[in-house]
């Protein structure tokens, strides 16, 4: 079976659908993928690649990789310029899928952003009739207006339309977080069916015995989103005799919170700057807990790093509301807080801090057992694969 991987992200850039175009391929399929140039995160364009309007490459696992265009500025030039991208994308992609889109028998849609960038989806259905199946990882339209955009009645029938007429490509829509699947009924009355993402790190990790310092570490992009500025002002009215936070990524928000944590002299907050992915399990292997951070109005989401976390068989503080603050409390992960309360943020810390540390192993076993419950990478492809041939 010939199958098109459509994403806005690929290697070199990292992102699960990296392991999965590479696991199809290993199981017999024939895989493609239809992609932009590489850029994120840095809004640059990665070293060794042109960034010219149709290219192929074969940089992956001789994986054909063709890719589109990257329209540059979607971090320093506001929001205007993120349109110019999604809409670029869709654009280029769609006119790429109407001269080439009928190589194909399968087409698998994996949604990181913008649904826009899915709109090739109803060139390749409904121009060559081929099987459309996407795999959403962000809920439009509420992404949307959490990101402050207004939802003004014009706003809203505009994008409720998008939504309802891209998912009208799709045979079968899976969803990321069991949370969407009540919000995307809204727009399509086709099953949605949730298939959480796994982790591709050399997991569970070696426990780790706490020292005088209990280490947090918080790994992943650092934006708006995040909520770390919270984060850090919180963790500044811990005592800093007793905790250590290590912030691992980068950002647009990165130089502000490095800022922030000046000014308040906590020379216990170490930021990493972003990390290679292989060195992700060492670091985790050096943090009593690991931290999620969102801002209240993403609490239908799951964050991709939760799996990894609970992988590495660490406890989680999660300052989060919804469906991950659930997952945390039901099975025992660790502690949650909610991220719009900054007294109950330091309550967390505390308890980590001050509680008995026999907890630690305790949550580690429960993370380890829950992962392999639920966040099975063979079992997880097993299902995307039985849907593409289905």
């Known amino acids: 079976m010939k199958i098109l991987i459509l994403s806005e992200r690929f290697f070199p850039e990292e ?23 590489p850029s994120y995160p840095y809004d640059k364009i990665f070293d060794g690649y042109r960034n010219k309007l149709f290219q192929t490459t074969r940089e992956y696992h001789d994986i054909p990789v063709h890719r589109v265009r990257t329209v540059l500025g979607y971090n320093s030039g506001g929001m205007k310029r993120k349109i110019v991208n999604y809409i670029s994308f869709a654009f280029l992609t769609s006119l790429w899928s109407l001269f080439f889109g009928w190589k194909y028998d399968r087409v698998f849609v994996c949604h990181t952003g913008p649904l826009s960038m899915a709109s090739a989806a109803l060139v390749l259905r409904f121009v060559w009739w081929r099987k459309c199946i996407i795999w959403t990882q962000d809920i439009w339209p509420d992404t949307v207006y959490n990101y402050g955009v207004k939802p003004t009645r014009a706003m809203r029938l505009f994008l409720n339309t998008v939504v309802r007429v891209i998912y009208w490509a799709f045979s079968a829509i899976t969803v990321s977080c069991p949370g969407f699947i009540d919000i995307l009924g809204k727009y399509t009355r086709k099953k949605i069916e949730f298939v959480p993402q796994w982790t591709t790190d050399a997991l569970p990790l070696p426990p780790h015995e706490p020292g005088e310092k209990l280490v947090f570490t918080f790994a992943g992009n650092i934006g708006s989103v995040q909520n770390l500025d919270k984060l850090i002002e919180a963790f500044s009215k811990v005592p800093r005799d007793k905790a250590e936070l290590r912030i691992v990524g980068s950002g647009i928000y990165l130089e502000r919170l490095k800022a922030l944590a000046g000014e308040l002299h906590l020379d216990n907050v170490v930021f990493t700057g972003r990390r290679p992915r292989a060195e992700m399990p060492k670091l985790f292997e050096c943090s009593d807990v690991l931290v999620i951070s969102l801002k209240p109005e993403f609490s239908l989401t799951i964050p991709a790093k939760f799996q990894a976390y609970i992988a590495s068989g660490r406890p989680i503080f999660g300052c989060v509301r919804g469906d991950c603050a659930k997952l945390i409390e039901e099975h025992e992960l660790g502690l949650a807080a909610d991220p719009g309360d900054i007294d109950e943020i330091v309550a967390g810390f505390t308890d980590f801090c001050n509680g008995d540390r026999g907890r630690l192993a305790v949550w580690r076993q429960n993370a380890l057992a829950f992962s392999e419950q639920c966040f099975c990478r063979e079992k997880i492809i097993d299902r995307i694969s039985d849907l593409l041939i289905g």
Do not use: H, I, P
């Not at 392991?19 to 199981?27: G, I, M, P, T």
């Open 15 to 37: 992102f699960l659908v990296n392991d999965l175009a590479a696991e199809l391929q290993k199981r017999g399929s024939s895989v493609e993928v239809l992609t932009q140039v």
